[in-house]
């Protein structure tokens, strides 16, 4: 008689080969949209249709109700994103900086770990001309590879569409033999000066709209607006947020027809906000307002239960998370991984340091405090032919202003006068920083 043992391994000689299904990928999105303040989306409250694909995905993802960037504007806080350091540490911080060869980036600790990393951006601040390409094995931005003969349709910003960049996107995913992969899209569409398809504008201006339309505005100076220039600001913002919405749209339901969105981490976030008057600040950068520096955040994948989470975070804790989603070395990083519980006390600083304007906030999720040092004059006027331009920036002392956010959260009522005795510990905290 057969060996029992022996029969078994003939019979599976003789039945035909079954491949076995293939390992499931790894893949790590990051998405910024670039000036998308959460107050102007669904999921935060928005009650214009800005954001339905966004709103759909925060039904089934982790949504973080009190997100600061590090930096109020895209050079500097996209690569605290990309680097996981703060503005004044990875020293990208002006027009004309670029990350120093001595700080690691975020994707050469995944490609290190074992990911190929592809990134595609609409803003060259949010690129090379920043530096930010180091690390990546694809890298497509307006410096590099979308020239301006090679943009397609473009509006006032001339810059990338986010249907173009995700096109581009999805082309390059469509032939990608990654198994581990991480990918950086960066969509610009909000970004001043406004405008987006006629169709959009159309659909937020309202069909009976009449009046001015405009694009563009003076951040300090010059700009008391009317009514009707104001609101078709913020519908045409509104407009191209919906244009960015839709892109999205169109990129998940890609991922999803290669199978990989399910199972994927997927964060989604903004740079900065933007203003539209409330403090008398149109734009963004140089200012620490709520409008300006509150940010969206949602995270996506199977490591993140859906529902709010009100924990105080930042863009250096999503870079924390994404070494750690990846098994990456993480060493050096400050931030703290948003897998990890919430901690007592924790604080976010953001930070200002250009035109010889040095500002920073330190937040603690009640109480906001903004230190301005007198402004470098000589370094100023080298960029402003005129101080009078920006009389908020002070030449000869240094400024405090304090903000209780939950008694106060449209920051109405300077409390500096009076100092709060834990608005005074912050302010300490703040200056250690600055000067360690």
Do not use: C
């Not at 203003?275 to 008398?280: L, V």
Request: glycine fraction near 6%.
């Amino acid at each position: 008689m057969m060996h029992a043992a022996l029969s078994f391994a003939l019979l599976a000689l003789a039945l035909p080969a079954v491949a076995a299904p293939p390992p499931a990928r790894d893949l790590i999105v990051l998405v910024l949209v670039d000036a998308m303040r959460p107050d102007h989306m669904g999921a935060y409250g928005y009650a214009p249709p800005t954001t339905p694909t966004l709103d759909a995905l925060a039904k089934t993802s982790r949504r973080y109700t009190r997100a600061y960037t590090n930096a109020p504007w895209t050079r500097p806080s996209t690569t605290t994103f990309l680097t996981g350091q703060n503005a004044s540490r990875h020293r990208t911080e002006t027009s004309t900086s670029k990350l120093p060869d001595d700080v690691t980036t975020l994707a050469e600790r995944l490609h290190k770990a074992g990911y190929v990393t592809a990134g595609f951006t609409a803003n060259g601040n949010g690129g090379s001309l920043a530096g930010l390409q180091r690390g990546f094995d694809h890298f497509e931005d307006p410096t590099r590879t979308y020239t301006k003969d090679k943009r397609g349709q473009v509006f006032a910003n001339n810059l990338p569409t986010g249907a173009f960049l995700v096109e581009h996107a999805l082309a390059y995913l469509r032939t990608s033999k990654a198994q581990k992969l991480f990918v950086f899209l960066f969509l610009v569409d909000p970004h001043d000066p406004y405008e987006t398809t006629p169709a959009l504008e159309k659909q937020f201006l309202g069909p009976d709209w009449k009046g001015v339309v405009r694009r563009k505005a003076m951040p300090e100076i010059n700009n008391d607006y009317p009514a009707d220039e104001r609101f078709s600001m913020q519908a045409i913002y509104d407009a191209s947020i919906r244009a960015a919405d839709n892109a999205l749209a169109t990129f998940f339901a890609g991922l999803a027809g290669l199978g990989l969105f399910e199972g994927a981490s997927l964060f989604v976030a903004s740079d900065h906000g933007e203003a539209f008057g409330e403090h008398n600040f149109y734009l963004h950068a140089h200012h620490f307002w709520e409008e300006v520096i509150h940010i969206p955040l949602l995270a996506h994948g199977p490591r993140f239960a859906p529902g709010i989470d009100e924990r105080l975070t930042q863009p250096l804790d999503v870079s924390a998370t994404l070494a750690q989603l990846a098994g990456a070395d993480a060493a050096g990083l400050p931030g703290r991984s948003l897998l990890a519980p919430p901690v007592p006390g924790a604080t976010v600083i953001s930070e200002y340091n250009e035109f010889g304007i040095h500002r920073q906030a330190i937040m603690d999720g009640t109480w906001k405090v903004i230190w301005q040092r007198p402004a470098d004059g000589a370094v100023f006027d080298q960029n402003y032919a005129n101080r009078a331009m920006m009389p908020s920036v002070v030449f000869d002392r240094e400024t405090v202003q304090v903000y209780d956010l939950i008694r106060d959260p449209k920051e109405q009522h300077d409390l500096s006068a009076s100092m709060p005795p834990r608005a005074a510990e912050l302010l300490a905290a703040l200056r250690a920083f600055v000067s360690g």
